[in-house]
Nanobody, 125 residues
Framework: VQLQASGGGLVQAGGSLRLSCAAS????????AGWFRQAPGKEREFVAG????????YYADSVKGRFTISRDNAKNTVYLQMNSLKPEDTAVYYC???????????????????WGQGTLVTVSS
């Protein structure tokens, strides 16, 4: 199983980026997915989660209204559209997949079956 995150980079405050996470080696439609981030010196934190079908989405308060998580099961890919980026959004972003997420609180923990390698997002002021 492999989760390959991509799309990170350097962007000015107020700008946008779209992260992608391509999954292989698993039946992706059977897995809930999430995005997390980890800034230097801080713990990994939940950013957004999406159910297997894409019908349910969850967000951290810090990104609500600015970030959108989506998925395309035909392409085995989950996305994170990030708008109105702020310097405090600077972090390594990780995607994750898990078969056992059912409630919102499930998505926010770091207990996921599989993790991607991370992609760096840097927002300059």
């Amino acid at each position: 199983v492999q989760l390959q995150a991509s799309g990170g980079g350097l962007v000015q405050a107020g700008g946008s980026l779209r992260l992608s996470c391509a999954a292989s080696g698993l039946t992706f439609s059977r897995y809930a997915a999430g995005w997390f981030r980890q800034a230097p010196g801080k713990e990994r934190e939940f950013v957004a989660g999406i159910s297997r079908s894409g019908g349910m989405t969850y967000y951290a308060d810090s990104v609500k209204g600015r970030f959108t998580i989506s998925r395309d099961n035909a392409k085995n890919t989950v996305y994170l559209q990030m708008n109105s980026l702020k310097p405090e959004d600077t972090a390594v972003y990780y995607c994750a997949a898990d078969r056992g997420k059912y409630s919102e609180s499930d998505y926010t923990t770091t207990q996921y079956n599989y993790w991607g390698q991370g992609t760096l997002v840097t927002v300059s002021s």
